[in-house]
């Protein structure tokens, strides 16, 4: 069965600080790979679409990278406004999304 | 620019037909994929299926048997049938707007609805 993995599944950091989450596929997805930010109580906003195209209007802050498996997303310097749920979601052949990573700011 | 929103009842007895729908206003439904998405509490996200203008639809595997959408496009509407609910229906459910999709895969969802939070219970 194919699945999603994303780690870690939650951390905290501090403004200013790099943030890295990454989201591992159980086969090959080419840079059909999404990233969605979620806040709690909304709907999930597109950040990153095909692994690494940064949505209109989405800080650059926000990076996307990876193909294949292995995908990295990346907060370059965390801002107080970017707490929230963090999925991945590939497209590959079926929809499907990670469990998420939670990111709290300290 | 699109938006999308939801309606429909709260609350659903066990065994009964959950029955959601998603108005778009800011565009016609005539152009794009309208999907939904549910979350159930505390928990991710489940992609649930597709529907398209001409009718075409596709529908998760998990869910295949339980579910129908379909479209109104002179009401600029799309809507979910789930029969047969049980608890582990609860969820909020949410339409959002996928540029492609084929198959049981759609692109991205770059709009989406604020989510209805839909309770199974007696």
């Known amino acids: 069965d194919s699945q999603m993995t994303q780690s870690p599944s939650s951390l905290s950091a501090s403004v200013g600080d790099r943030v890295t989450i990454t989201c591992q596929a159980s086969h090959d997805v080419s840079k059909f790979l999404n990233w969605y930010q979620q806040k709690p109580g909304k709907a999930p906003k597109l950040l990153i679409y095909?692994?690494?195209n940064l949505e209109t209007g989405v800080p650059s802050r926000f990076r996307g990278s990876g193909s294949g498996t292995d995908f990295i997303f990346t907060i370059s310097s965390l801002q107080p406004e970017d707490f929230g749920t963090y999925y991945c979601q590939q497209y590959k052949n079926f929809t499907l999304f990670g469990p998420g990573t939670k990111v709290d700011v300290k | 620019q699109v938006q999308l929103q939801e309606w429909g009842p709260g609350l659903v007895k066990p065994s009964e037909t959950l029955s959601l729908t998603c108005g778009v206003s800011g565009g016609s439904i005539s152009s794009y994929y309208w999907t939904w998405i549910r979350q159930p509490p505390g928990r991710g996200l489940e992609y649930i299926g597709y529907?398209?203008?001409?009718?075409?639809?596709n529908y998760s595997p998990s869910l295949r048997s339980r579910v129908t959408m379909s479209r109104d496009t002179s009401k600029n509407q799309i809507s979910l049938k789930l029969r047969s609910v049980t608890a582990a229906d609860t969820a909020v459910y949410y339409c959002?707007?996928?540029?492609?999709?084929?198959?049981?895969?759609?692109?991205?969802?770059?709009?989406w609805g604020q989510g209805t939070l839909v309770t199974v219970s007696s």
């Open positions: 959002a707007k996928a540029n492609y999709c084929v198959g049981d895969s759609c692109d991205w969802f770059d709009t």
């Open positions: 095909d692994a690494s």
């Open positions: 529907t398209y203008y001409t009718g075409a639809t």
